[in-house]
């Protein structure tokens, strides 16, 4: 971890110990109470690499996660984030009225708020809001994506938006789903790619792609529901909801 950039950071806790969960050594880490690109520009760049929750022991060298609250306020790409760990696990029918109770304290005037439940996730807001795309669409994605790898065997625990790619030709990309409403299915190789990194319940992470009319087809469901405009409150947006989404377009 680059401990001069971390010092940079008006909002920087006090060291916090970890034990490596590989060799049981006890370190010091920095823990981070807030990321306020305003204050501190560099935090956004920690943040998309993962230097601070993904600490590295010094006795073993092994990369360690580590997960606490937190707060992501970036007021040039309108997202403020809090970090509530395992709030995926939690209620949040009682979690975010709660928090609605306290937007004087929490909120960012004039911006998107979320909840999230990991660093990941907290993570995936500010590149999602960096290609101006719109969260609830890109969560839409990862049922189309985790479903095939499951019929495939793959034990899958999460998912997370990564970039945004570009083709230059009309070659089909690798590990990447393709969605077309034409009968030509090769137009659909030229359109952006929404690629993805698919965390495995075994640890590991395999890059995974979905096309760009999959990404409309998922626009069209918000507006169908009326969901496309934010209220300004924290919401929580991620693969369970994404999934009753789905599953409440075809009902038993």
């Not at 790409?77 to 696990?89: F, H, K, M, N, T």
């Not at 918000?222 to 599953?247: E, P, Q, V």
Request: net charge negative; proline share 4%.
């Amino acid at each position: 971890m680059n401990k001069l950039h971390m010092t940079k950071n008006p909002w920087a806790a006090a060291q916090t110990t970890v034990q490596c969960q590989h060799c049981g050594s006890i370190f010091a880490a920095q823990r981070i109470n807030c990321i306020d690109t305003l204050l501190w520009a560099e935090g956004r760049q920690l943040l998309d690499e993962g230097a601070f929750f993904h600490p590295v022991c010094a006795q073993c060298q092994t990369r360690n996660e580590i997960c606490y609250p937190s707060r992501y306020i970036d007021r040039e790409l309108g997202i403020a984030a809090v970090l509530v760990p395992g709030i995926e696990s939690q209620d949040p029918g009682e979690l975010l009225p709660h928090m609605n109770c306290y937007m004087d304290r929490l909120a960012a005037g004039d911006m998107q708020h979320r909840a999230v439940g990991n660093f990941y996730a907290m993570a995936e807001q500010m590149r999602i809001h960096q290609h101006g795309l719109n969260d609830k669409a890109v969560h839409l994605l990862k049922p189309l994506i985790i479903g095939s790898l499951q019929s495939k065997g793959f034990e899958v625990w999460n998912g997370f938006f990564m970039d945004l790619l570009h083709p230059e030709g009309a070659e089909q990309m690798d590990d990447t789903i393709y969605m077309s409403t034409q009968e030509n299915v090769e137009e659909a190789y030229t359109e952006d790619v929404y690629q993805f990194y698919i965390h495995l319940t075994n640890g590991d992470i395999i890059p995974r792609g979905i096309n760009d009319t999959a990404y409309q087809i998922c626009m069209n469901i918000l507006r169908d529901k009326g969901m496309t405009d934010d209220d300004g409150l924290f919401h929580l947006y991620d693969l369970s909801w994404a999934i009753d989404i789905h599953n409440s377009l075809y009902p038993n």
